[in-house]
């Protein structure tokens, strides 16, 4: 291969990872703490933290939820049945521009209190894929590409990519440790990362290609979900309607399913006398779940239709959106997803590092002010997000239940938390650079011991009684992955007290 292509692909991969390096770490680091966004819940949702119910679930106590949803106008209703990991019942649906979520105790169907917090699935998982803004998909999308290419042309660029893999050398200067810590972590997280971008990009197909479905159905816009899918669906009448048992429905439901449980309900126009029940099969056991849905009348309870399999192509698409999605049953390729995600962080953040290191030695194209400027984006962007993470933690164990500021409620307090810590570690950034990263990663120890500490204090869990009891193993893991960051930062701001060290 060409000297002259291998050095564009250089120049490529060097600049797409300076532009959109802040982006792709944003995007990866909520991506590895989305693998455990259950645990995040069950963390800062403490009356969430139920034993697994053993018995029968008290669904039909999600009636009040049902007609309030209805009374609202609301146009779905959605309840996520209990599981391992996310054993309460949960119900969210939409009045206006509000998303309501309320929580049930399985067994009892009592009510549980508002957990006031938007957590994992509500936060930190949308923030991966959508960055909670308008053009959020198609900006992610761009970020996509840009890591398939980094993939490619980062292959490329490194003739010995397998020696670099078993070389690293710590006792070397600063910046070959860097850049073989890019080249380790770059190598053993390379099918991984090209996978799991890939995927990423395929389950936004819709998004990203509406052309497509448009060319064959016109303006029918559920049309191709129909097709494609299979999905059962009448048009809404405008009549009101009653809601026959939910429990004798998830009943005929797992009879149909050989005694399989449910993983969820929805409905779309609650309320309506045309509304229809939609149970999905759980399939945990499966990559890409099951495809069984079994669709009922609301108002009667009879069967409708049953959905076992959509089309083959769209089942390819399944399976691999399953493989990012990662909801099937799996401890130890959870930990694994977890892990790599993590090296995706460590290979973004050390590009950055040698980037900046390697123009502090000559006289670059951006000037001094230049370069501190890009300094200033990473620190903000890599440790800067993390502190922005743990405030967020934080702040969850902090405000009341109930708490309004503003007209804010709890909830939204804690994500206007998250956004103006991650604003001001950018501040920080750009007036102190020299004592930054040091200063940040202190920052970081701080708030992980705090968030620990905290949690122990409003709910009495600390990670010894969380160890001993064996439904609190989210919440003793979420523990001892803060005390780990903690002490990695902490180890991170004695060894480089200023500015990381020039080479």
Same mark, same amino acid.
């Given at each position: ?47 969430? *933290? ?74 930190? !998982? ?10 959020? !998909? ?90 494609? !899918?299979?999905? !059962? ?34 409905? *779309? ?16 056991? *499966? ?217």
């Amino acid at each position: 291969m060409g000297t002259g292509f291998r050095a564009s692909l250089d120049w490529l991969h060097t600049w797409a990872g300076v532009v959109l390096g802040g982006l792709l770490f944003a995007i990866f680091w909520m991506g590895t703490l989305s693998v455990f966004d259950r645990e995040i819940d069950r963390w800062m949702a403490p009356m969430t *933290r139920l034993a697994p119910a053993g018995g029968p679930v008290a669904v039909d106590a999600l009636r009040s939820s049902y007609e309030a949803a209805a009374a609202a106008g609301a146009s779905s209703w959605f309840a996520q049945l209990p599981t391992e990991r996310a054993p309460v019942l949960q119900v969210t649906w939409r009045e206006g521009t509000r998303q309501l979520l309320r929580v049930f105790d399985p067994a009892s169907g009592a009510a549980l209190p508002d957990p006031g917090t938007w957590a994992g699935t509500g936060f930190v !998982y949308p923030f991966h894929y959508m960055l909670h803004v308008r053009l959020g !998909y198609w900006i992610v999308g761009v970020a996509g590409m840009a890591m398939l290419l980094l993939c490619v042309s980062g292959v490329v660029i490194h003739r010995k990519i397998f020696a670099d893999f078993f070389t690293f050398r710590a006792d070397r200067q600063p910046r070959r440790l860097v850049l073989d810590l890019h080249n380790v972590t770059g190598v053993l997280g390379l099918p991984f990362h090209f996978t799991i971008t890939l995927s990423g990009l395929i389950i936004f197909y819709g998004v990203y290609f509406p052309g497509t479905a448009q060319f064959v159905f016109g303006n029918e816009a559920r049309a191709f979900p129909r097709e494609a !899918y299979g999905i !059962y669906e009448r048009q809404k009448v405008g009549r009101p309607g009653e809601l026959a048992s939910l429990a004798a429905m998830t009943a005929e439901a797992g009879r149909l399913w050989d005694g399989e449980a449910p993983r969820y309900l929805f409905v *779309r126009h609650p309320g309506d006398a045309a509304a229809v029940v939609q149970v999905a099969r759980r399939g945990e056991d *499966r990559v890409a779940g099951s495809p069984d849905i079994a669709y009922f009348d609301a108002s009667t309870g009879a069967l409708l239709h049953q959905r076992v399999a959509p089309q083959p192509v769209l089942s390819a698409q399944r399976f691999i959106a399953a493989l990012h999605l990662i909801q099937f049953r799996h401890w130890t390729l959870r930990w694994v997803y977890f892990v790599l995600g993590l090296a995706g962080c460590a290979v973004i953040a050390t590009g950055y590092l040698f980037w900046l290191e390697s123009r502090k030695k000559k006289d670059d194209r951006l000037g001094p002010r230049g370069v501190r400027l890009v300094e200033a984006l990473t620190v903000g962007s890599v440790s800067g997000i993390v502190v922005a993470t743990l405030t967020f933690f934080v702040a969850n164990r902090l405000l009341p239940l109930g708490a309004v500021f503003l007209g804010e409620d709890r909830a939204q307090l804690e994500m206007w938390v998250f956004y103006g810590v991650w604003l001001a570690t950018f501040a920080h950034a750009r007036l102190w650079p020299g004592r930054a990263w040091a200063g940040q990663c202190l920052a970081i120890t701080v708030l992980a011991l705090a968030a620990v500490v905290l949690n122990w204090i409003t709910t009495g869990d600390h990670p010894i009684r969380s160890l001993s009891h064996g439904h609190l193993w989210a919440v003793a893991g979420m523990d001892c992955l803060l005390l780990a960051m903690g002490g990695l930062a902490a180890l991170v701001a004695h060894r480089h007290p200023g500015r990381p060290p020039r080479c």
